[in-house]
């Protein structure tokens, strides 16, 4: 089975603060992911990778930046925090780069609930 | 903008009903679709794939793919109160140069609820 984990379930955090959110999958996956999730509008992609050290900018990057060192970990960083990004974060992996096959399916970690104050 | 719409909602069925939830997609060049089903406060989980036109059935769970007409659906039979979810329907991104890196869309989302 397919495994990602992040580094904490919930997280409260001060305005200003740099913030730091980690996940890591287990199946050797080529991409991975990060949203944000906020009720009435549905799951928003922030920044994605298809390799160590290459990233992708999604459709809602401003205030955040990523890191991918390894293969099986991925950072999503809040530079300075603000409480319009009080949300849940969910990360998610995929295996290939998209050829019309399951294997495009994205796998979910259990999602970081952060407030910031 | 590439989008990806799914139906309204709320859906309240009965339980033993059949639920239909839908989706339709506005990028040509998708080719595969996903269904999620997300608990509350839980994060979404596989239900089934589809990328070729016509029906996919696992269990009490089928997904249509109409290429045409750029729908996708889903449909539960015998709904069970435990199907009580948001379901998320997505389709595979598409880029410049044809590659897609995994992208998926998201639709909103349709809440479900079988009532006993």
């Known amino acids: 089975d397919v495994k990602v984990t992040q580094s904490s379930r919930y997280l409260v955090k001060r305005t200003g603060e740099k913030v730091f959110l980690e996940c890591v999958q287990d199946m050797d996956h080529e991409n991975m992911f990060w949203y944000r999730q906020d009720p009435g509008l549905g799951l928003r992609l922030i920044y994605f990778s298809y390799d160590v050290k290459m990233k992708e900018k999604g459709d809602i990057p401003e205030g955040y930046s990523v890191s991918r060192e390894k293969k099986e970990r991925f950072s999503l960083i809040l530079e300075s925090a603000s409480t319009n990004q009080t949300s849940m974060y969910l990360c998610?992996?995929?295996?290939?780069?998209?050829?019309?096959?399951?294997?495009?399916?994205?796998?979910f970690g259990p999602g970081t609930r952060l407030t910031v104050l | 903008q590439k989008e990806v719409e799914q139906n309204s909602g709320p859906l309240s069925v009965p339980e033993g009903a059949i639920a239909s939830l839908n989706c339709t997609y506005s990028?040509?060049?998708?080719?595969?679709f996903f269904w999620y089903r997300q608990y509350s406060g839980k994060s979404p989980e596989l239900i089934m794939f589809i990328y070729s036109n016509g029906d996919k059935e696992d269990g009490r769970f089928t997904a249509q793919l109409n290429k045409a007409s750029q729908y996708v659906s889903l449909l539960i039979r015998d709904s069970q109160p435990s199907d009580s979810a948001t379901y998320l329907c997505?389709?595979?991104?598409w880029g410049a140069g044809g590659t897609s890196y995994g992208k998926l869309t998201f639709g909103q989302g349709t809440i479900l609820t079988v009532h006993p």
């Open positions: 997505a389709g595979v991104t």
């Open positions: 998610a992996s995929s295996l290939s780069r998209g050829s019309f096959s399951p294997t495009d399916t994205q796998y």
């Open positions: 990028d040509r060049g998708s080719q595969s």
